[in-house]
């Protein structure tokens, strides 16, 4: 491991991955030497799993939601000597390190606070027709209500300097708040980009990935205060 | 139109619990509202038992054929307040409660055996 990326974190919110975990952190900090996982209250071996793996874990009493294991992990990151640079990640193993670094080098490079990832600025991703049909209208629902204009209103996977960090602070526990991070990029006017990222979409992840009747849960935590 | 009143009436409630539902605050006043309307309504529920003969001439006066049915309406509408303001104070419980784990979670990381540095 060198010195490279040693200014970034990785932020990975964990719960019940532990067929998987240690895999996808032992994978990342090949390239991202620094990564905090969220324990979101697992029940199986997850938290042994990501610090065989070589993550610093740190560990929810209960189960909160990922929006919330999220915002623990970025205030610890934050908190890190050295942090510059934060990367929210899925354990799944859907997202790849190749994305998440060059979205930190565009931070590094370009006037920018934010990167977030999207599927759909080329084609490599498959999703089922329904699926980007549905996220699609999330997006436009976004544009709408945001201002800001991105293609993919839920994807996991984001890149943040430490403006970012400060301004965007995750109220929303559970699905919700890959909305509330869009909202408040156009409320804190924060600069923003896009990059094409590739979502790996394995049996496993597919298996367990969000249901669709999950956008109405969304809607209905975003709309009911 | 038959019934004006008491449908406006309904409806401008419901649409106040709405208002306020999609509002965050939970000031000072809100606390006072509650308890004074609280007190509105015993007072109402027990006039309603000594006096039903009143309820009734209240009930046609707004267009409701029986004292029971405004009762009745009067019901749901505080039962429905009810279950809005219950849900609101969950939500408050629930970010507490996220505040309390995410200083317990971050009050004790723990750290890989270092095999790297």
């Not at chain 1, 919700?176 to 924060?190: F, P, T």
Request: aromatic share 8%.
């Amino acid at each position: 491991m060198t010195a490279h990326n040693a200014d970034t974190w990785l932020v990975v919110p964990l719960f019940n991955e532990a067929t998987v975990v240690r895999e996808v952190v032992r994978s990342a900090r090949e390239k991202f030497p620094n990564i905090v996982c969220v324990d979101d209250g697992s029940k199986d071996d997850s938290v042994e799993e990501a610090l065989a793996g070589g993550a610093v874990v740190v560990k929810h009493p209960i189960n909160l939601g990922q929006g919330a294991a999220l915002q623990t992990g970025l205030d610890f990151a934050f908190g890190q000597t050295g942090a510059e640079y934060f990367v929210t990640f899925d354990s799944d193993g859907q997202h790849r390190t190749e994305d998440a670094e060059r979205m930190v080098e565009r931070l590094r490079a370009e006037p920018l606070d934010i990167v977030v990832g999207s599927r759909f600025l080329d084609d490599r991703t498959n999703a089922s027709a329904l699926k980007k049909f549905v996220l699609r209208l999330a997006v436009l629902f976004e544009r709408i209500t945001t201002g800001v204009k991105l293609t993919d209103a839920h994807n996991g996977l984001r890149a943040l300097n430490r403006t970012a960090v400060r301004e965007i602070r995750i109220t929303q526990n559970r699905m919700a708040h890959a909305s509330e991070i869009v909202g408040l990029i156009g409320k804190k006017k924060l600069r923003y980009a896009e990059e094409a990222v590739q979502i790996i979409y394995t049996d496993y992840s597919r298996s367990k990935g969000q249901s669709l009747w999950n956008s109405v849960n969304i809607l209905s935590e975003l709309l009911i205060k | 139109m038959d019934q004006i009143i008491i449908k406006v009436a309904l409806v401008l409630v419901f649409l106040v619990f709405g208002a306020i539902l999609l509002r965050p605050s939970a000031s000072a006043r809100n606390q006072a509202m509650r308890t004074l309307g609280l007190l509105v309504f015993l007072a109402a529920a027990i006039f309603a038992v000594v006096f039903p003969g009143i309820v009734n001439q209240l009930a046609v006066m707004v267009g409701v054929g029986r004292g029971a049915d405004l009762v009745l309406y009067a019901f749901i509408v505080v039962f429905i307040g009810q279950a809005l303001s219950t849900a609101r104070k969950r939500r408050v419980h629930d970010t507490q409660i996220t505040e309390l784990a995410r200083k317990m979670a971050l009050s004790d990381p723990q750290y890989p055996e270092r095999q790297t540095p």
